[in-house]
C-alpha cells in the first residue's frame, strides 16, 4: 500500500506538509470570516428569544417566565432577555438575525452525541465525526482556514480543514514552541503521519503566535472574562490577516438544570458584552461588512420547567446569527408551544442544516451537501 | 534455538503488552522464540486490584426518589463520582498487572464489544461488571465472549435491546452485532439485520439488572439469516455467525491492525489466522500464538509501523521507565488520557476508536510530547523531583511527580530500547536525562 491509500484509508487526506503561507494570505486576504459561538451545555433559547405575548410560554414555566419588565420587546411577539441588551443596536440596525426552531427529526438529547449531530451536521442515527465545515472542502486547504479558541475542534474537526486548536494563546505557546519542523524522507506511512502533523502544527503555531504577538492592538476594550479573551484574540488574528477565515469560541456553563434564572442571566450578559466588543472591532477596522457571527448549541431546554428552577435537555432552539451583510430580523417558523412532542419538547421547524447550507452557499462561496434543506434568506447580495 | 536477541525481546515485549519493560525484556531474551512466546501466553491473569464497591441500582434509585428539588441531582453526582473512581481503578490496574498481554488484550475486547460508561447511568456496576468479563475473558475465548456481550445488561442499555419487541423492532444491536462485532461490512444484508432484530426480541433487564427473556415480546416466527431459514432465536443467530467463515477473519484483521501493522494485511495471512481460531473453537491463545509467530510479526518491514495509543504514550512511557509504583497522581493520568482522545470506558461512538493515523492530530500530538517532555524534566543531578508539571489539567492539585528512575541498561543501549527504527534527529547528548528526553521526544518513539 503507497502513502496515498494508506491516508485514504484512514478517512484522511493527502499533504499535511509544509505550504507557502505568503502566498496563500495574499490570495485570501479578501475570504469571508465566519465567527462561530458554541454555547456549550445547551442554552435555553425560549428564555433568550422569549415568545412574550404566548400565554403558553407563561403555563409551561410559573417560575422561569421572564417578565416583560425583563426582557427587550422586538417584534413578532418576541422579546429578548434583557441582557442582550449591548445586541440590540444590532438588531436595530438590522444585521442581526434570530433563526427560530432549528434542530433535526429523532432528537438525541445526549449533551455528547447530540454536539456531534451538530458539529457534523449529520443525522441522528448516522456516526459520522467529521466536522461540517470540513465537509464543504474536499481536499485540504493549502494553508491555515481554521482557528478554534477552546477545547476542541468539532464543526472543523478533519483532515480537509488545516485547523489549529489552541485553549488560549499563552498555553498553546509554551505547547508547540519546542515543536521543531522535521525533514525526512521516508516509506513508513505512520511515520509520515507523525512528521506530516508535526511540521504543520509548527507551521501554524508559528504564524498564530507571530501574529498574535505583533499587529495592530485593538481600539475596543473586551470584557476581562475567558469569553472576553477568546473574541479578544480572534479579533486580533482577523484584524491583523492571519488568512484563516473560520474561526471558533466558546461559552460554557449553559445546562441549567437548577438555578437557571441567574446563571443564564449572567452567561447572556457575557455573551452579548463579548459579541458587541467584537462587533465594534471589526467596525472600527473596516471589516465588519467581511463577517458573519452565529451562535450554535447541542440542542435547546424542555419547553416546561422542571421543579429545581431549571430546565431539563430539550430539542429546537433558536439561534442567532449577526454581521454588517447580515439581513436582519426573524427567518423561519417559530415552534408552537401548544404542540410539543411526546417528550413535551418543542418540535423543530427548521433542520440545522438550512442555516449550514446557507453559510456554505451564502456566505463561503462553497458547494454545500446540504441542498436538500431549504436555505435561509440570510445575507444581502 | 538461539536465544532472543536484545532488540527481538523489546520488540515482542512492546508489541504484546503496554511499554517495553526492561525486565520483561531480560527475561524473555534468556528465552528462544516459541519458549518467550509459550511464556507470555502463560502468565498469571489474575492480578486484580481491589475494586472499589459501587452503588446499586436500587440505591442510587432511592436517592433518586427522596423528596425535596436536589434528589435528581444528588443520585447523578453519585453515579458521576463512581464513574471517575472506576476510570482510575482501570488506570491503576493498568499500571500494576505484570501481565500485560492481558490488559492489552482486555482493551481489545473493550474496544470491539464497544459500550460506554455514560450509559451505565443507573449504575456503575454495569460497567463494572462488564470489563470483569472482557478481563477474565482477554485471554480466553471469543465464542464464549461474543455468547455473553450480546446478553450484557449494559449491552442491552447501550445498544437498545431493550426495546426491541416483538412488532416493534429496534434494528440497533443486531446491526452492530454484524458490522462491528462479527461478520464486518459488506457481508449481510439490511435484510438480514432486520431478521436478526428480531430474533432478538424480548430481551430486556429485570429489577436486579439481570438480562432476561420476556416470553410476550419475543418474535418467536420464521426467520431467514444469512440464506438460513428457520424459528431462529437468538442464540442460534449466535452459531450461524460463529459458523460464518468471515467472523473469524474479521476477527484476525482486526488483530493484525493491533498487533503488526497499519498497512493492509495479505489476505493469505488473515485465512491462515482465522483458520487457527475456527479450528481451536475459537480459543484466543492458540491464534496469538500464530501471530506472535509469524513472519510478518517479525518482519523488518513492519518495525515502527504502528502509531502508539494514548493508553501506550501515557501507560506504556510509564511502565517502560518504571514509574508505575511511584505514586502517581492516578487522576492526572486519567485527564491526560482524555485529552489525548482515549478516555477509558468511553469511546467516540460504538465504532469506538478508530486508531492508527486517527490518534495524532494537530491537537494530540502536542499533547503527547508535551505529557513527555514533563515525564523526563528534572534537574541533572537527580537531587530534586521534578516539578509536577506534566499533567496540566491537574496542575494545582497533584503532587510533585518522582524523578524518572534511571536505568540500568548502558547508555548506548537506549536507543534500541525506546525507538523502534533509528531516531528521526541523531541524539547526541550523552548526559542521561537530556538523553531520555531527546528519546522520548523523537517522532519515532511516536511509533512501534
Known amino acids: ?381 | 534455538m538461539a536465544t532472543l536477541t536484545f532488540e527481538q525481546s523489546k520488540h515482542l515485549v512492546e508489541r504484546s503488552g503496554i511499554g517495553a519493560e526492561l525486565e520483561m525484556i531480560e527475561i524473555l531474551s534468556q528465552m528462544t522464540k516459541p519458549q518467550a512466546i509459550d511464556y507470555l501466553l502463560n502468565m498469571p491473569t489474575d492480578y486484580l486490584v481491589p475494586l472499589p464497591r459501587f452503588s446499586s441500582f436500587d440505591e442510587v434509585r432511592k436517592v433518586r426518589n427522596e423528596k425535596g428539588p436536589d434528589s435528581r441531582f444528588k443520585a447523578n453526582k453519585m453515579v458521576r463520582k463512581e464513574r471517575g473512581i472506576l476510570q482510575r481503578w482501570a488506570i491503576s490496574q493498568l499500571l500494576e498487572n505484570p501481565t500485560a498481554l492481558q490488559e492489552r488484550m482486555t482493551w481489545f475486547w473493550h474496544n470491539h464489544f464497544t459500550s460506554s460508561i455514560v450509559r451505565s447511568s443507573r449504575t456503575i456496576d454495569l460497567m463494572k461488571n462488564q470489563t470483569l468479563l472482557m478481563r477474565e475473558q482477554a485471554l480466553g475465548n471469543y465464542a464464549d465472549l461474543l455468547k455473553r456481550i450480546s446478553f450484557d445488561p449494559l449491552m442491552l442499555v447501550y445498544l437498545d435491546g431493550q426495546s426491541n419487541k416483538k412488532g416493534k423492532p429496534n434494528e440497533n444491536f443486531a446491526r452492530e452485532l454484524l458490522e462491528l462485532f462479527t461478520l464486518g461490512e459488506g457481508n449481510y444484508t439490511d435484510q438480514d439485520v432486520k431478521e436478526v432484530a428480531r430474533a432478538f426480541t424480548g430481551w430486556r433487564l429485570n429489577k436486579n439488572n439481570k438480562a432476561v427473556l420476556g416470553k410476550r415480546n419475543y418474535d418467536s416466527g420464521q426467520k431467514v439469516i444469512l440464506g438460513k431459514q428457520g424459528r431462529f432465536d437468538s442464540h442460534d443467530v449466535l452459531n450461524i455467525l460463529l459458523k460464518h467463515p468471515k467472523t473469524a477473519e474479521f476477527v484476525a484483521t482486526k488483530l493484525w491492525y493491533e498487533f503488526v501493522s497499519t498497512d493492509t494485511p495479505e489476505t493469505a495471512t488473515i485465512k491462515r489466522w482465522a483458520h487457527t481460531l475456527r479450528s481451536n473453537n475459537y480459543e484466543i491463545k492458540p491464534l496469538l500464538k500464530d501471530i506472535f509467530s509469524s513472519d510478518a510479526f517479525w518482519d523488518g518491514k513492519y518495525k515502527g509501523t504502528l502509531i502508539k495509543s494514548p493508553m501506550d504514550i501515557i501507560i506504556g512511557t510509564t511502565r517502560t521507565l518504571d514509574l508505575e509504583d511511584k505514586n502517581l497522581p492516578v487522576q492526572s493520568l486519567h485527564a491526560q488520557l482524555k485529552r489525548m482522545g482515549q478516555e477509558l470506558y468511553n469511546p467516540p461512538n460504538v465504532k469506538g476508536w478508530p486508531g492508527g493515523a486517527a490518534w495524532v492530530d494537530g491537537i494530540t500530538l502536542p499533547v503527547r510530547q508535551q505529557f513527555l517532555r514533563r515525564l523526563t524534566r528534572g534537574n541533572n543531578n537527580n537531587q530534586k523531583a521534578p516539578s509536577q508539571m506534566m499533567m496540566q489539567a491537574q496542575a494545582k492539585k497533584a503532587k510533585e511527580m518522582p524523578p524518572t528512575a534511571t536505568p540500568t541498561l548502558p547508555i548506548e543501549m537506549w536507543e534500541a530500547w525506546l525507538l523502534p527504527i533509528p531516531a528521526i534527529t541523531p541524539i547526541k547528548s550523552k548526559q542521561p536525562r537530556q538523553r531520555l528526553q531527546a528519546l522520548l521526544l523523537d517522532p519515532a518513539y511516536q511509533l512501534k
Open chain 1, 1 to 381: 500500500m503507497n502513502r496515498r491509500e494508506f491516508i485514504q484509508l484512514s478517512s484522511l487526506l493527502p499533504t499535511l506538509g509544509l505550504s507557502s503561507n505568503i502566498f496563500a494570505k495574499a490570495n485570501q486576504a479578501k475570504a469571508p470570516i465566519l465567527l462561530l459561538v458554541e454555547l456549550k451545555g445547551a442554552n435555553d433559547a425560549l428564555n433568550t428569544l422569549v415568545p412574550i405575548d404566548d400565554d403558553n410560554y407563561r403555563k409551561l414555566r410559573p417560575k422561569l417566565a421572564l417578565k416583560t419588565t425583563d426582557t427587550i420587546a422586538l417584534n413578532e411577539g418576541f422579546a429578548m432577555h434583557k441582557a442582550l441588551q449591548p445586541l440590540m443596536k444590532h438588531w436595530s440596525a438590522g444585521e442581526m438575525a434570530w433563526l427560530h426552531g432549528l434542530g433535526y427529526s429523532n432528537p438525541n438529547r445526549s449533551h455528547f452525541r447530540s454536539i456531534e449531530i451538530w458539529e457534523s451536521g449529520s443525522d441522528s442515527d448516522d456516526y459520522d465525526t467529521e466536522g461540517w465545515l470540513s465537509k464543504l472542502y474536499t481536499t485540504r486547504t493549502d494553508h491555515l482556514t481554521g482557528v478554534v479558541i477552546g477545547s476542541d475542534a468539532g464543526p472543523m474537526a478533519g483532515e480537509t480543514l488545516d485547523t489549529l486548536v489552541m485553549e488560549d494563546a499563552k498555553s498553546y505557546e509554551a505547547l508547540a514552541k519546542r515543536l521543531k519542523a522535521v525533514r525526512a524522507e521516508t516509506s513508513n506511512n505512520a511515520l509520515s503521519r507523525i512528521l506530516d502533523v508535526q511540521n504543520n502544527v509548527q507551521q501554524n503555531a508559528k504564524s498564530v503566535i507571530q501574529t498574535l504577538n505583533g499587529g495592530q492592538s485593538s481600539k475596543t476594550t473586551f470584557p476581562k472574562n475567558k469569553f472576553g479573551k477568546q473574541l479578544e484574540q480572534a479579533a486580533h488574528l482577523v484584524r491583523n490577516d492571519l488568512g484563516a477565515s473560520i474561526y471558533k469560541v466558546e461559552l460554557g456553563g449553559f445546562d441549567t438544570h437548577r438555578g437557571q434564572l441567574k446563571t443564564q442571566d449572567r452567561l447572556l450578559k457575557q455573551l452579548a458584552q463579548g459579541l458587541s466588543a467584537f462587533a465594534e472591532e471589526m467596525k472600527q477596522h473596516g471589516q465588519w461588512d467581511n463577517v458573519v457571527v452565529m451562535t450554535y448549541s447541542e440542542f435547546g431546554r424542555r419547553a416546561a420547567e422542571n421543579k429545581s428552577g431549571g430546565t431539563d435537555h430539550g430539542t429546537a432552539a433558536a439561534h442567532f446569527v449577526m454581521g454588517g451583510r447580515v439581513r436582519g430580523g426573524f427567518h423561519g417558523k417559530a415552534p408552537r408551544l401548544d404542540q410539543l412532542d411526546n417528550n413535551g419538547d418543542l418540535i423543530y421547524t427548521s433542520d440545522f442544516r438550512s442555516l449550514y447550507n446557507t453559510v456554505a452557499t451564502q456566505w463561503l462561496k462553497r458547494p454545500s451537501p446540504w441542498s436538500s434543506f431549504a436555505p435561509f434568506s440570510l445575507i444581502h447580495t
